[in-house]
Nanobody, 126 residues
């Protein structure tokens, strides 16, 4: 499975961006998908996850109420809508996926995912 993240860029604080992650190969509709981010000199951290159907989502406390994860299984794509962006949201954002049939979206650890995209840079200026 190949994951291709896109949509990053430079935005002012308070602005919005929508990231996309397109999957190629595998059975996307059976995957739990997640977004992670890594700021300079920091460890990669969990942002959000969504189960195979889109019926269950989970967010890091730092983005809850500002970010929204969604998916379109017909397009093999997962999205991350980011609103009210803050300078501390600046990071490289990665999408990740793994097969899951439990219906859970509680996949918050990097080691739980099998597939990773290449990352897209989000820079939020103050």
């Amino acid at each position: 499975v190949q994951l291709q993240a896109s949509g990053g860029g430079l935005v002012q604080a308070g602005g919005s961006l929508r990231l996309s992650c397109a999957a190629c190969g595998g059975t996307f509709s059976s995957y739990v998908m997640g977004w992670f981010r890594q700021a300079p000199r920091k460890e990669r951290e969990f942002v959000a996850a969504i189960n195979w159907s889109g019926g269950s989502t989970y967010y890091a406390d730092s983005v809850k109420g500002r970010f929204a994860i969604s998916r379109d299984n017909a397009k093999n794509t997962v999205y991350l809508q980011m609103n009210s962006l803050k300078p501390e949201d600046t990071a490289v954002y990665y999408c990740a996926g793994r097969p899951d049939y439990s219906g859970s979206s509680y996949y918050t650890k990097t080691g739980l995912y099998d597939y990773w995209g290449q990352g897209t840079l989000v820079t939020v200026s103050s």
